[in-house]
């Protein structure tokens, strides 16, 4: 349940969103402008202008009929193409739109420090345009179970105020100016940060991204997305955040290669869902290509001695997620 928030009659605007008479504008095709009622799951695919082979992987890995056999649809949210970007020209993003109908373009630059901004034009067209019932947001280089994320909303699929994914405690703000997520105190004061969601991969449902591209306006915008909007924004809203199971997730996409590798040798189910491609386009091809083989051949479940951190070698001795810390929680599935 959302807390209730008391908010004031008359409130000001705290910042407009740039160049908003350009925004969803830049391509002539409109996701979700074909009504169907009562989608399941919305995919926003933040991905950055230039990466057409990753768009091009995922669409080869989940079909637009395959989605919508699965009552669902994607959405590629992209900005403008920056001046010093010499491989992808809007001519080209233009006919990418034409071909797929399925990228939602602001009217904004390219910029990890926009990505606030690409994040909520996507929840904002979603809530408002596509009816469905939970928004599934991921990032152009994670790789995710198509089946296993529809199996787990078709469960859930008659409840509200979701918000679910990888959830991070104890963030601290990176104040060396040396680093590339480097914070001011103006920017943020605190000296932790709320709990909030990896933007890897969460759902959320659609009256929640309602809520919360509502409420964003009212909010200094701050530049680190998954922060602001799963974080700030959630907690002012008394939105309590929900972390999925532990096995769901491989932060090592050497680990991920390692089950991809057992389902194609040894027919030895991957249980996990989502993981980084590792700088592989074509990984999230092939690992779903896979699932599908291993679900006709019935491949087996892993045994406690074929773990993946007993048979797998890893080299990384600190968390891809920062300093965060997970909070594991159990959910009924």
Known sequence: MTAAVCLPATRQLAIAAPETEELHALTRQRPCALALLNRLFVILVTSYVGHVELRSAHR???????????????????????????????????????????????????????????????????????????????????????????????????????????????????????????????????????????????????????LITQ?????????????????????????????LPKDYWLEYYELLECCLKDMLIKSIQCEYVVGPNGGRNELIVEFNDALEKCKRKNCTLRSDNQSLNKVCINYRERTIFGDGKAVIQNVKL
């Open 60 to 210: 080869r890995a989940m079909s637009a009929d395959r989605l919508k056999s699965m009552n669902a649809t994607r959405i590629f949210l992209l900005a403008k193409i920056p001046k010093k970007e010499k491989y992808i020209t809007q001519e080209a993003i233009i006919d990418e739109s034409d071909i797929f109908g399925d990228i939602l373009q602001g009217g904004f630059t390219e910029d990890y420090r926009n990505l606030t901004h690409k994040h909520l034009m996507g929840l904002q067209w979603a809530s408002t345009f596509c009816n469905t019932s939970f928004i599934l947001k991921v990032d152009d280089d994670i790789v995710f179970n198509l089946n296993q994320s529809y199996n787990f909303m078709t469960k859930i699929k008659d409840e509200k105020n979701v918000l679910i994914g990888y959830m991070l405690n104890n963030t601290l703000p990176k104040r060396s100016k040396h680093n590339k997520w480097y914070v001011t105190q103006k920017e943020y004061s605190g000296n932790i940060y709320p709990p909030y969601l990896s933007g890897w991969y969460y759902i959320m449902s659609n009256n929640i991204a309602s």
């Open 215 to 243: 409420e964003a306006p009212y909010h200094y915008q701050f530049w680190i997305d998954d922060i602001f909007v799963t974080g700030i924004l959630s907690e002012f809203l008394g939105i309590k955040l929900k972390h």
